[in-house]
């Protein structure tokens, strides 16, 4: 059973660059699309972005000048780092496994636990 | 970016009921909707993909239709572990977008 484990640093300054990890344990790495999530009290869920093995990224354009999400296949993991942020970027993160089926059907069928990102001076 | 507009925003029922949760595209979307469960202090979880696809494992009592700009997931008969937030996903068109969610509460 395929299983996401995140982690990462917890409280930030402002200006600072958030940076999470997700590891991918149990299943095949290629094939799916890797991406992230977050959720904060004031906006709901936001889709961040994904990427794949090949490089074939995609990001929210609301963050597109700040976020980088790059997969390492050698480590059957992936990261998100957002640059520059502030108190709006409070939120808890997520990353899950994207796969898309036939006639573009997506899922994200696997996520990780969560992390709690704060920002503060 | 599509906007997704969930109704109601809350919602009290008990045991047994029969549940329906509305979730509008503000542009037309296909099929491309998924439904996700979310319970307090965990990650959401995929219940229905390409609207009315139950996802592996998921109870039968869940159900989505739609198509275009209307979309509904019906809870047949709700059970105790039902009781949570349930949020669609378009994932039509780049950004996807969560609509704003609707919490599921015991009457």
């Known amino acids: 059973q395929v299983q996401l484990q995140q982690w990462g640093a917890g409280l930030l300054k402002p200006s600072e660059t958030l940076s999470l990890t997700c590891s991918v344990y149990g299943g095949s790495f290629s094939g799916y699309y890797w991406s992230w999530i977050r959720q904060s009290p004031g906006e709901g869920l936001e889709w961040i972005g994904e990427n794949n093995h090949n490089g074939g990224a995609n990001y929210n354009p609301s963050l597109k000048s700040r976020v980088t999400i790059s997969v390492d296949t050698s480590q059957n993991q992936f990261s998100l780092k957002l640059s520059s942020v502030t108190a709006a970027d409070t939120a808890v993160y997520y990353c899950?496994?994207?796969?898309?089926?036939?006639?573009?059907?997506?899922?994200?069928?696997?996520w990780g636990q969560g992390a709690t990102v704060t920002v503060s001076s | 970016a599509i906007q997704m507009t969930q109704s109601p925003s809350s919602l009290s029922a008990s045991v047994g009921d029969r549940v329906t949760i509305t979730c509008r595209a503000s542009q037309g979307i296909r099929n491309d909707l998924g439904w996700y469960q979310q319970k307090p202090g965990k990650a959401p979880k995929l219940l229905i993909y390409a609207a009315s696809n139950l996802q592996s494992g998921v109870p039968s009592r869940f159900s989505g239709s739609g198509s275009g700009t209307d979309f509904t997931l019906t809870i047949s008969s709700l059970q105790p572990e039902d009781f949570a937030t349930y949020y669609c996903?378009?994932?039509?068109?780049?950004?996807?977008?969560f609509g704003q969610g609707t919490k599921l509460e015991i009457k």
């Open positions: 899950a496994r994207v796969r898309y089926g036939s006639g573009s059907q997506m899922v994200m069928d696997v």
């Open positions: 996903l378009q994932d039509y068109i780049y950004p996807y977008t």
